[in-house]
């Protein structure tokens, strides 16, 4: 047996951009889950999936010229069942030899947990890797994400796009397969335009340099290297920085098979229209990359991706100038009216604009965000004017023309209608970044006065939600109220802001009883039910959160338990609780407040509201009344500033008298005041205990 490279190549119509790399990825994962489920052994090395928008590509360093021995044990009857008192085969043995084609006495015995059976054990030569290529290759691609394959031609054949060739080489020999009517031979294809012809390949290892001297880079990662280094020369050619994000960077990979960037320009005129829109729609709908200058400011430059290396580049560049310029006048049109008009005029028509059924217009909505956004305002040092005026602002822009043309510009074509409108620059920044964090893993709200709004918005939205009845279910979320909770989460733990979430909730509510023609609530209802139920929701999607920053569920459990009013104060209680879990006391206390929890939980009668320093006999239990007792007047002021580190660090001290009462002191003694005292002392230990988090669950 030897290694010799392999190459299977998949000929096709232009695939789905997006959809390209996971295709090539299951074809890859395929056919090497393939040859392992039939042990032939596969010499990786950085092999990774190769693909264009043509094709789809394994090439691997090293694959087995044929399976290793194939060993295989088929287990039969047990002795007892298999033969009779005298030792002869019964019509069990009999059958399972006649099955297998050999007389019984050619049968092995093996002993498994149950007593002896026969066994029949047999080893077949491997069967050569070329032989078995043809199957794996099918089983890969019947495993691959293809939601709705095609069928073309007169036959039934179906795959992401119609097949046009087929590679299969193992070293230098093709492997015979028939595969969507055709043929595996060794011809690939280049390039469409600029070498349109067959590529004869010797060798499997042949391939990425044959196919690059017929202009096709096959794999992505050098195609993504060229095209950065291209658009960044081109980039500095205008004097310029270019704009690349990782999603336009990734669709272009994926469209082209031989990359060469072009340097275009627009007329600067366009600059006057909001930049993001420009942005927009050079690289959702072009996949061209702007070029910025040096301040981040959008410059007349963008670069285009051509699948193809031009003799006339210049004609190039007018082509893609020439595609773009409509969608920047349409741009400057919207942008212009919507000018004219102004912002705050826009506003007159959400009230004709559903919110949600139950909860009224958008401008019902509109206000009750800004007087959630006052009293916020009011708590954390912002302006509570300039917060009523943000909010009232914030969702005009819905009913200009630009964002219906580009509803991702929503509060940012706020923002710049704002500044043409004269407001200050704080509430036309607040307009714009009451939607951050717009997507998973993007920033808060920057300025005081737009996490201010930004927290104002998720709260009514979520209030609105719970109350009336639109809660997720499953994957079903059509108001995005578990995205809207953790962004209300993040804003207020990132701000630093100290306030009780729970009263704003309930305020939340309240606006919405108040204004709602069909949901009341009283407050008995709001206080009980509406408001712990939201609480709790939001209190879930923290737990993802600190789980992402590495806080393990115990810690998170802890401090949960006793659901803090304020989400910044949560937050310090997690830190706290995870330098106390370093210190080597913790284990100890957590232990011990488990067992205080467990023994009060227990007590019958009550429990005396004082410790009784005469009812303390033995002196294990005065040690930790004392102890107790200058634990509690040395962490009063600590717990009073939140500083709940320092109250944890000095709750670790009592260790030692804790551990020798329980070693030395019976709680439940027969004396009822003596046992009342002792339950007395260890209700107060574990309150102080767990002033901070319920630290019993960091015992395991």
Known sequence: MSMQPLLIELGVEELPVKALPGLAQAFFEGVIDGLGKRGIAVERGDAKPLSTPRRLAVLLPGVETEQPEQHSEVFGPYLNIALDANGAPTRALQGFAAKAGIDWTALERTTDAKGERFVLRSVVPGARTAALLPEILREAIAAMPIPKPMRWGAHEHAFARPVHWLVLLHGDQVVEAGLFGLAADRFSRGHRFMADRPVRLERADDYLGALEAASVLADADARRARIVAQVEAAATQAGGMARITEDNLEQVVNLVEWPSAVLCGFERDFLAVPQEALIETMEVNQKFFPVLDAAGTLTEHFIGIANIASKDVAEVAKGYERVIRPRFADAKFFFDEDLKQGLAAMGEGLKSVTYQARLGSVADKVQRVGALAQAIAA????????????????????????????????????????????????????????????????????????????????????????????????????????????????????????FSIKDLIFEGFEQISDQSESIHLEAETIQGKALPELYDFILDRLKGYYADKGVPATHFNAVAELKPASLYDFDRRIDAIGTFAQLPEAEALAAANKRIRNILRKAEGEIPGQIDPSLLREPAESELAEAVTAAIDDTNASLQQKDYVAVLGRLARLRPQVDGFFDQVMVNAEDPALRGNRLALLRTLGGRLGSVAAIEHLSG
């Open 379 to 498: 708590q954390v040092g912002a302006d509570p004017v300039q917060a009523g005026r943000a909010a009232g602002l914030a969702k005009n822009d819905l009913q200009s023309r630009m964002v219906n043309e580009f509803p991702e510009l929503q509060g940012i074509a706020g923002r710049h209608y704002a500044v043409a409108g004269g407001e200050s620059p704080e509430v036309a920044l607040a307009i714009d970044e009451a939607y951050r964090p717009r997507f998973g893993g993007d920033d808060i709200a920057l300025s005081p006065l737009g996490k201010v709004l930004a927290i104002a918005e998720r709260l009514d939205t979520l209030a609105g939600g719970f109350a009336a009845g639109l809660k997720p279910t499953g994957n079903k979320d059509p108001f995005a109220l578990r995205r809207n909770a953790l962004g209300l989460a993040r804003t207020i733990i990132e701000s630093g802001f100290d």
